[in-house]
């Protein structure tokens, strides 16, 4: 069985088909382990990291930092025996000979070049080779993106491919047909390292910068180099600020105590173009569906949390609580997962011809990120203590905040709660994430004069916003679960002992 082993791009969740690689964790040469972190890739839905799926050494990265490589593609080549020796040189790959080949990975589709495995035969027929059967269409080469030097996609079963890297015309025969893994230097880059492997190349957004990944996406966006750049940051590493600077243009890179204008970072026509991927453009997607396909409604409450805001204050006091993250959105929490248990209907899904009433919660809590809004959800949220609610509610930031949301975190919700009250916002029309029946909007908590046993005096005042399906929730159904979460807020000591 062959040593080398190519480890393709996962599908890391829901039917997504590509990813962006925001950081290798490991270089060409580098030693790894089972399971170790090798590299960092966002998709859609989060960014994550993926480990090792065997022990040994890396022998070949096929993509740089910032390329956007398609799930089942072929991004790094490990040596699972490096104490074996070096790899013996074979002869020149011919289809019966590739056939036979030390690579235990099918090439990729579009990846190819005419007469190899995979490619295009004489007599427009294209060549087989066994367990991957007969395409009705020509194979095409993928074509590369011009930002910045690629490194060759070739594999011991293949040449790379001539452009990749071009012989010298006095190269004796021998070195132009040696089917060694990737180049490991090619002339159109004399002024790289001898020992610098072309394969672990990077674009120039990816240099070998201290940054951190939403650092250098953001530099991706706005077209700046990393490498010209001298970080202001803990350890010189580059910030936020630091690639404005630089992508409002030279007056304010160079200087960085000068003032930087709305307008500074747009381009000669007064317009900036940001590319829509990732997390945007996923969320642009599901809001248009839902928006377009489930019938929204939505209602208002005002509330008065005077109570609920000296109950957190009790709980903040109590020895058991202490250093626990308490806040009003603790108690919406709760109240929403009390309200479910008296109108399970809420809690479901329209499936076409049914409708899917779920029991468990699993409860969204929408999070705004660097990355964009994202909805991790906490699994089975109705069986939890108010304690363990908080914990849970507390991790999910966190990571949410770090950057580290799995897209596991992020599937199957049933009902999802957007705090806009932390932005100083009363509240708004949420619209439904895919799949889920209903969403509550939770405002900013105000002191406001509110009548309170006939007088009019300062109280803590929240409005709640609610959106539902009207496919699945009448107006009464609608009503009363927003009542009871109102309720709830309005004495929640009182709704505890009653509703539990």
Do not use: C
């Amino acid at each position: 069985m062959s040593r080398i082993k190519e480890f393709n791009l996962p599908d890391l969740g829901e039917g997504l088909t590509e990813g962006e690689i925001l950081a290798w964790l490991v270089k060409v040469g580098d030693t790894i382990e089972l399971n170790q972190p090798i590299v960092e890739v966002e998709t859609a839905k989060a960014a994550v990291e993926i480990p090792a799926k065997w022990a040994g050494q890396v022998k070949s990265i096929f993509h740089p930092e910032g390329s956007t490589v398609e799930v089942g593609t072929p991004i790094i080549a490990i040596d699972t025996d490096p104490g074996a020796g070096p790899l013996a040189e074979e002869p020149t790959p011919t289809p019966s000979a590739a056939a036979l080949a030390a690579v235990d990975v099918a090439p990729s589709e579009g990846a190819v070049e005419p007469g190899l495995i995979g490619g295009p035969a004489p007599g427009g027929r294209t060549a087989v080779l066994v367990g991957y059967g007969p395409r009705s269409t020509v194979a095409k080469r993928r074509p590369r993106k011009a930002t910045g030097p690629v490194p060759a996609q070739a594999t011991p079963t293949q040449p790379a491919p001539v452009a990749a890297a071009p012989a010298a015309p006095a190269a004796p025969p021998a070195a132009a047909t040696a089917p060694a893994a990737p180049v490991t230097a090619t002339p159109t880059v004399p002024a790289a390292p001898p020992t610098a492997p072309a394969t672990n190349s990077r674009p120039t957004t990816g240099g070998l910068v201290l940054a951190k990944p939403p650092v250098r996406k953001f530099a991706r966006d706005l077209g700046v180099d990393l490498t010209a750049l001298t970080g202001s940051g803990p350890l010189g590493s580059i910030t936020r600020e630091d690639v404005q600077r630089a992508a409002d243009g030279p007056a304010t890179a160079t200087v960085a105590t000068a003032p930087t204008t709305t307008t500074a970072a747009f381009g000669p026509d007064r317009e900036r173009r940001i590319p829509v991927k990732g997390v945007r453009k996923l969320t642009a997607e599901n809001m248009s569906a839902s928006a377009f396909t489930a019938p929204h409604v939505t209602e208002f409450l005002t509330v008065d949390m005077t109570r609920a805001t000296k109950a957190l204050d009790r709980l903040r006091a109590r020895r058991e609580w202490q250093g626990v993250r308490v806040s009003p959105l603790l108690l919406v929490a709760k109240a929403v997962l009390l309200a479910v248990q008296r109108h399970p209907m809420v809690n479901s899904t329209w499936a076409g011809d049914e409708i899917v009433v779920k029991e468990y919660v699993n409860l969204g809590i929408a999070a705004a990120t660097e990355r964009g809004l994202i909805v991790p959800n906490i699994k089975d949220a109705g069986r939890l203590s108010l304690r363990e609610l908080a914990d849970a509610m507390t991790a999910l930031v966190q990571t949410a905040k770090a950057g580290k949301t799995s897209p596991a975190d992020m599937s199957a919700g049933t009902l999802t709660i957007t705090n806009v009250g932390v932005f100083g916002v009363d509240t708004g029309t949420p619209i439904l994430p895919p799949g889920e029946s209903a969403i509550l909007a939770f405002g900013a908590v105000r002191e406001m004069p509110w009548v309170h046993k006939g007088k009019v005096k300062p109280r803590q005042v929240t409005t709640l916003g609610l959106s539902f399906d009207h496919r699945i929730i009448d107006g009464e159904l609608g009503s009363k679960f927003l009542r009871d979460i109102g309720d709830f807020l309005t004495d929640p000591e009182a709704a505890l002992l009653a509703w539990t």
